[in-house]
């Protein structure tokens, strides 16, 4: 792992818990559990766990939509506020993008590709008019998308499509981060695979680093160095992607790695109801 | 990814989804309203008097070449006073809606921007003034600061509010939960930008959909209350004033004028509850 200089991510001791329903029906959820973690400058760090582990928590918290119980992220070099001002926001943005699961929520539907690209380098860049649309058709051109498409809303374009729009208006800010929460899971199968190649390539001409969530083991070993893997709140193993997926120290990653459907794949009854027998041990 | 993809075959198929969209009622309702409309524009073009002049030898006349519906207590035509009765109801109601739509907005993109304890508390302010009946609330406003159509519009639209802002604000909260809206904020753009330029277009439809249901109630609730007294004053000619007006030629065996305004409110409202129920009809059906 990198000294402290060379990380650019941060985080330590991070807590959340959401409470949920009133009275009886109280209930609380540790989302996060004291979770910490480093992620090295151009590295990618793939963070795995089943639904509901709090892998889109952490990333919630890591880019200041959601507020840590406890717990610090440092992001460049910086302490992330617990309330950002305006121009602390601003700032942030720089050095932070998420991508998210959705690719139809994750575009405004009234508003045309160009508008929604337009807007990020005009609050970030002051770019305006024709130097605009040239760098508009440039992180398009980046995306795989053609200069065709700025004109087009959301609502004719792919979900393919859309996520390579919501790809190039999170680069169009030019930050150092990346947070990819399930980004390419609502795609099919061969799409996952350009886009995953795209982002692949984009993080290697920008020297970006990538926080890369997924449920999908089978996505990891494309896109990733590092991989954590996370149950209930927790860390439970952190490692290189290799050793991670081929030599896994803890039950848990054992049981994600051989539950993961792959060609040839039969379902085994045995670690379904293991995991069915661990979440009720879990919930008691 | 050819630029044939991206042709827009919704657009070109709106006009004839909306006639069937509409169905027959809703195009008779579409038209009344179309008419109503261009009756108030054009009353100084079409009406065959002043409204607001008569002579006393001319009172109570039944329709005929020179009057076409006939004449009222005053002698004055019935006819140019529903064209420009059509104006200050339809004004007065315009305005209500205006009012109430624009408020209940910015209150419920306030609400949903802030979340929490912002929310909570204009729920509460909202909750009280549910407790109050709108009319009573006019009433009020009325006893304040004096008759007129300005004091018992504004009243209403006050009163209206919290109708509009409850609605507007769950679907605000809807989009504001929305990935582009979570994107916009980690652009670091104001809640101001976020709100006005991200969330606004994207609740405009549910608002529309709302002044169309009010616009028919607001003008029920200003015609009874210039039927009472407080609203528009005599002698400028309107539907609610008209009908209680025509109150005493009513007894006298001259029911014309009371007839003629109370159809036009009722026609009017009618025409406007058609259409702001499609229109919500296609929202409740589109998604839920
Ligand atoms: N806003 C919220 N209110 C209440 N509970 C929440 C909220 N957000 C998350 N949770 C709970 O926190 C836990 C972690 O959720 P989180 O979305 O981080 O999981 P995840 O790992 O991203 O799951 P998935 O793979 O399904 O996206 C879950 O039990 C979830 O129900
Ligand atoms: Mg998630």
Redesign the interface.
């Known amino acids: 792992m990198s000294t402290t200089a060379e990380n650019v991510i941060e985080i330590s001791g991070l807590c959340k818990q959401f409470t949920t329903g009133r009275g009886r029906k109280r209930r609380t959820v540790r989302a996060l559990d004291d979770v910490s973690l480093t992620v090295a400058d151009g590295s990618c760090l793939a963070v795995v766990g089943e639904s509901g582990s709090g892998k889109s928590t952490l990333a919630r918290v890591l880019v200041g939509l959601e507020r840590a119980d406890a717990g610090e992220v440092v992001l460049a070099g910086r302490p992330v506020a617990q309330r950002p001002r305006r121009a602390e926001r601003r700032a942030r943005a720089r050095d932070v993008q998420m991508v998210f699961q959705d690719p139809s929520g994750s575009l405004n539907r009234r508003r045309t590709v160009e508008a929604a690209i337009g807007e990020v380098l005009a609050a970030h860049h002051r770019v305006t008019g024709s130097d605009a649309r040239r760098r508009i058709d440039d992180l398009l051109d980046q995306v795989g998308l053609r200069p065709a498409h700025a004109r087009a809303l959301p609502g004719e374009l792919s979900g393919g499509q859309q996520q390579r729009v919501a790809i190039a208006r999170a680069l169009a800010a030019e930050p150092r981060v990346l947070v990819l929460d399930e980004a390419v899971a609502a795609l099919d199968v061969s799409v996952q695979a350009q886009v995953l190649n795209l982002l692949a390539e984009i993080r290697r001409a920008r020297r970006l680093t990538y926080l890369f969530i997924t449920h999908d083991l089978s996505v990891v070993r494309q896109v990733s160095d590092e991989v954590v893997v996370m149950r209930r709140g927790q860390v439970v193993e952190r490692g290189s992607t290799d050793q991670v997926l081929d030599h896994p120290r803890h039950p848990y990653t054992v049981l994600l790695r051989d539950s993961a459907p792959r060609p040839g794949w039969r379902p085994r009854l045995s670690i379904n109801s293991d995991i069915s027998s661990d979440t009720a041990e879990a919930e008691a | 990814?050819?630029?044939e993809?991206?042709a827009?075959p919704?657009a070109r198929r709106r006009g004839g989804d909306l006639a069937v969209w509409l169905g027959p009622l809703g195009i008779a309702a579409a038209v009344i309203i179309a008419l109503i409309t261009l009756a108030a524009l054009f009353a100084p073009l079409i009406a065959t008097h002043d409204p607001d002049i008569g002579s006393v030898v001319q009172r109570y006349q039944g329709p005929s070449a020179e009057h076409l519906l006939g004449t009222d207590q005053s002698g004055r035509d019935l006819f140019s006073r529903l064209l420009y009765g059509a104006r200050t109801s339809l004004f007065g109601a315009a305005v209500v809606v205006l009012l109430a739509g624009g408020g209940g907005a910015v209150l419920a993109l306030v609400a949903a921007w802030f979340g929490r304890n912002v929310d909570a508390f204009l729920g509460r302010v909202l909750d009280l003034l549910f407790a109050f009946p709108n009319l009573l609330l006019a009433i009020l406003a009325v006893a304040v600061f004096g008759t007129g159509l300005a004091q018992v519009t504004i009243a209403l639209a006050i009163s209206y509010v919290p109708y509009t802002a409850r609605v507007l604000r769950s679907v605000a909260l809807r989009e504001r939960r929305?990935?582009?809206v979570?994107?916009?904020?980690?652009?670091?753009?104001?809640g101001l930008v976020v709100s006005l330029?991200?969330i606004l277009?994207?609740i405009v439809p549910q608002i529309l959909t709302g002044a169309a249901i009010n616009f028919g109630y607001a003008m029920i609730d200003l015609a009874a209350l210039s039927f009472l007294g407080l609203g528009v004053q005599p002698p400028t000619a309107d539907w609610g004033l008209m009908v209680s007006q025509g109150k005493d030629s009513l007894l006298q065996g001259y029911p014309q004028q009371s007839m003629l305004a109370g159809t036009c409110i009722v026609v009017a409202v009618a025409a406007f509850s058609v259409i702001g129920e499609r229109l919500g009809g296609r929202k409740a059906g589109g998604r839920a």
């Open positions: 990814m050819s630029a993809t991206l827009r919704a929305l990935a582009y979570q994107a916009a904020e980690l652009q670091g753009l104001s330029r991200h277009p994207n």
